[in-house]
């Protein structure tokens, strides 16, 4: 499956942005999928997860009651509204898809077969 993030972009502090992962070339409702993100000075980390249905779906500490991540199996594309943006969200964020293995955690880059190219996410104070 090839993967295209899009929609980031510089906004104020407590501001929102949606962020879009366009997928093809498979049967998109057959992955998981995820949203990372990373800055220069951090490795990738996990921001939230949804499963095939999106009737599950997980969050970092650090993002939960500000975003909200879902999917349209129908529109093949994964969605992470955020909201109350902080400065410390700034980072390239990056969507993945993996096909579901019973002993990989979501929360993992590593258990992730797909990536997008990323989109930049700025917040400023």
């Known amino acids: 499956v090839q993967l295209q993030a899009s929609g980031g972009g510089l906004v104020q502090t407590g501001g929102s942005l949606r962020l879009s992962c366009a997928a093809s070339?498979?049967?998109?409702?057959?992955?998981?999928m995820g949203w990372f993100r990373q800055t220069p000075d951090k490795e990738r980390e996990f921001v939230a997860s949804?499963?095939?249905?999106?009737?599950?779906?997980r969050y970092a500490d650090s993002v939960k009651g500000r975003f909200t991540i879902s999917r349209d199996n129908v529109k093949n594309t994964l969605y992470l509204q955020m909201n109350s943006l902080k400065p410390e969200d700034t980072a390239v964020y990056y969507c993945?898809?993996?096909?579901?293995?019973?002993?990989?955690?979501?929360?993992?880059?590593?258990?992730?077969?797909?990536w997008g190219q990323g989109t930049l996410v700025t917040v400023s104070s």
């Open positions: 993945a898809a993996r096909v579901f293995v019973p002993d990989r955690a979501d929360t993992m880059p590593s258990s992730y077969d797909y």
């Open positions: 070339g498979s049967t998109f409702s057959s992955y998981r």
């Open positions: 949804i499963t095939w249905s999106g009737s599950v779906t």
